[in-house]
């Protein structure tokens, strides 16, 4: 999925990141992180025009933060 929109806004600096990187700040798998861009859940940006292979995947930090701040899970008030 490609990332729309995107104006660096100069009051926040916002990084680019690869696969590695994201799987780091998220504690998963690299390939957790391409399923991930690849069902749209996270925007991410594949470059490059390899058939098999494209080996530039970028993900903005930003995106990276909103997508785990919109997987939180609010806690249960149940009483036993």
Same mark, same amino acid.
């Given at each position: 999925?490609?990332?729309?929109?995107?104006?660096?806004?100069?009051?926040?600096?916002?990084? =680019? #990141?690869? !696969?590695?990187?994201?799987?780091?700040?998220? &504690?998963?798998?690299?390939?957790?992180?391409?399923?991930?861009? /690849?069902?749209? =859940? #996270?925007? !991410?940006?594949?470059?490059?025009?390899?058939? &098999?292979?494209?080996?530039?995947?970028?993900?903005?930090?930003? /995106?990276?933060?909103?997508?785990?701040?919109?997987?939180?899970?609010?806690?249960?008030?149940?009483?036993?």
């Amino acid at each position: 999925m490609i990332a729309e929109d995107r104006a660096p806004d100069p009051d926040q600096a916002d990084e =680019l #990141l690869d !696969a590695k990187q994201v799987a780091a700040l998220m &504690k998963v798998h690299v390939a957790t992180v391409y399923r991930l861009a /690849d069902s749209g =859940l #996270l925007k !991410a940006m594949r470059l490059g025009k390899g058939e &098999k292979r494209r080996r530039g995947f970028r993900c903005w930090a930003s /995106d990276v933060d909103a997508y785990m701040h919109g997987s939180l899970i609010a806690p249960t008030t149940e009483v036993a």
